[in-house]
């Protein structure tokens, strides 16, 4: 979609399609204060700037990185401040990397054990089952040892 031929502001259905974020999506990061009070038209519909649709597309791929919310208005912030500095945004990258690696080592310990419990399990007719033994914290189980 050519932005420039667009007749600026647009209305929050053509924000969502340009930037890819719903409008509930919209209106939840606008009562966040993510998005700057939006322009209104005499019968109160929302009116979204070239700015604003880039504000949302920013937020948007902060999202698909995993950012948490007080992390993304931090970094909105940090990106509207044209005096910032890069210091203080690699330093909000830098702890959400460690908090991904932590998540992440967290998650394959799961795996690891889950991929334990598959292999001890027979899957067969009886009733023994070290998965469901695990569950409810019988430590007889190769999870537990």
């Known amino acids: 979609m050519n ?24 209106r939840h990061y606008e009562s966040l204060g993510l998005l700057h009070a939006v322009g209104r038209t005499d019968s109160g519909y ?22 948490p919310m007080a992390d993304i208005d931090e ?12 210091g203080s945004v690699k330093r909000i990258a830098q702890r959400h990397a460690g908090d991904l690696a932590q998540r992440i080592a ?3 310990a799961m795996q690891r054990t ?7 399990c027979q899957g067969n007719e009886r ?5 469901l033994d695990d569950l409810a914290g019988l430590h007889d189980t190769p999870a537990h040892a």
């Open 3 to 26: 932005a420039a031929a667009l007749a600026w502001p647009v209305n929050i259905g053509m924000a969502s399609r340009m930037s890819g974020v719903t409008p509930k999506m919209i």
């Open 75 to 86: 970094l909105v912030s940090l990106w509207r401040n044209r005096r910032r500095a890069s």
């Open 127 to 131: 009733p023994d089952c070290p998965i």
């Open 46 to 67: 929302r009116q979204y700037s070239e700015a604003d649709v880039h504000t949302l597309r920013f937020i948007k791929r902060c999202r698909e990185l995993g950012f």
């Open 106 to 108: 967290a998650m394959q």
């Open 114 to 120: 889950l991929d334990e419990l598959i292999y001890c």
